[in-house]
């Protein structure tokens, strides 16, 4: 896979308004949000990289469920109670970067 946007704001080239980080995610505002909340979660292991929901593989499958969980219980931990969970998949799908990215987006203001 080429290096995206995301590749280097994981490496620290570029900045980003990060708003959560674990082990295995990365959580971020969007710079062209859509709601008053929207954020973009990806995966932050090599072997987690995958350009698109459509190149899924058996040892990729689980990327979307943990984009989605970790999702979940920052919501949880930061009171939103409604939300959307968006993957765009191919250019035709919206996708702008090809990094299979989780877009949380919500019309509560995120209280940090």
């Known amino acids: ?5 995301f590749h280097k704001i994981l490496a620290k080239e570029i900045p980003a308004d990060i708003v959560y980080e674990d082990e295995n995610v990365l959580a971020f505002n969007d710079i062209n949000p859509k709601a008053p909340t929207h954020i973009l979660f990806i995966a932050k ?3 987690d990289f995958v350009a698109s929901i459509a190149e899924l593989t058996d040892q990729t499958e689980h990327v979307p469920t943990m984009l989605i969980r970790t999702a979940r219980m920052f919501a949880q931990e930061k009171g939103i109670d409604g ?3 968006k993957f765009h998949v191919g250019k035709d799908g919206g996708q702008e970067v090809p990094y299979v990215h989780l877009h949380f987006l919500s019309q509560q203001t995120l209280n940090t």
Request: aromatic share 10%; proline share 0%.
């Open 1 to 5: 896979m080429a290096k995206t946007v």
């Open 83 to 85: 939300y959307q969970l």
């Open 45 to 47: 292991k090599e072997s």
